[in-house]
T-cell receptor, first 117, second 112 residues
Framework: GAVVSQHPSWVICKSGTSVKIECRSL??????MFWYRQFPKQSLMLMAT?????????EQGVEKDKFLINHASLTLSTLTVTSAHPEDSSFYIC?????????????FGPGTRLTVT | GENVEQHPSTLSVQEGDSAVIKCTYS??????FPWYKQELGKGPQLIID?????GEKKDQRIAVTLNKTAKHFSLHITETQPEDSAVYFC???????????FGGGTRVLVKP
């Protein structure tokens, strides 16, 4: 149990275009989802926290107009990187936490590698 | 805000030996401390966690200890195997639905 999927697993896009990444909790309801960014050989950097039906809370320094987050249902959150540039190339990972006995734990997706050319 | 420091940054052990990774946290309000294992190109996998009302937790070859007074917690892996080679992250949060603050990670290499 507690499986989180991400789609796509990797994507290459041209500078100036937008890319959408999906995060799904497959076997539990995720009241809260988190989006992280990870550079090579570094730790995870939290970008934003989203609760179902509410606006996302962004961490300091993260551009909310560039990284659009939508958490429309208890099983799906999306991250859209708008007007992507090469510096946005990174490994993006989502995590989800649920209700009841799964309220504390965060379960991570497999990640999406974004390359902007 | 919370700050989590993790040591060592790299750890090389012989197969069968034990590995210990230590973390300290700064915010006494933190009450949940998970450990994650991340393999190359994959998302982190929760391997064990501990809440602040418990001092120690064990799951087969993995154990975690927590010292709330000193604000530090540790991961212990016994009888290491080559498949234990990965990057391990500690984290701290203030509980249900709250964000995690991660340590810098420890790259563990188990030599056969």
């Amino acid at each position: 149990g507690a499986v989180v999927s991400q789609h796509p697993s990797w994507v290459i896009c041209k500078s100036g275009t937008s890319v959408k990444i999906e995060c799904r909790s497959l076997d539990f309801q995720a009241t809260t989802m988190f989006w992280y960014r990870q550079f090579p050989k570094q730790s995870l950097m939290l970008m934003a926290t989203s609760n179902e039906g509410s606006k996302a809370t962004y961490e300091q320094g993260v551009e909310k107009d560039k990284f659009l987050i939508n958490h429309a249902s208890l099983t799906l959150s999306t991250l859209t990187v708008t007007s992507a540039h090469p510096e946005d190339s990174s490994f993006y990972i989502c995590s989800a936490s649920g209700v009841g006995g799964r309220a504390y734990e965060q379960y991570f997706g497999p990640g999406t590698r974004l390359t902007v050319t | 805000g919370e700050n989590v420091e993790q040591h060592p940054s790299t750890l090389s052990v012989q197969e069968g030996d034990s590995a210990v990774i230590k973390c300290t946290y700064s915010d006494s309000a933190s009450n949940y401390f998970p450990w994650y294992k991340q393999e190359l190109g994959k998302g982190p996998q929760l391997i064990i966690d501990i809440r602040s009302n418990v001092g120690e937790k064990k799951d087969q070859r993995i154990a975690v200890t927590l010292n709330k007074t000193a604000k530090h917690f540790s991961l212990h892996i016994t009888e290491t195997q080559p498949e234990d080679s990965a990057v391990y992250f500690c984290a701290a949060s203030m509980g249900a639905g709250n964000k995690l603050t991660f340590g810098g990670g420890t790259r563990v290499l188990v030599k056969p």
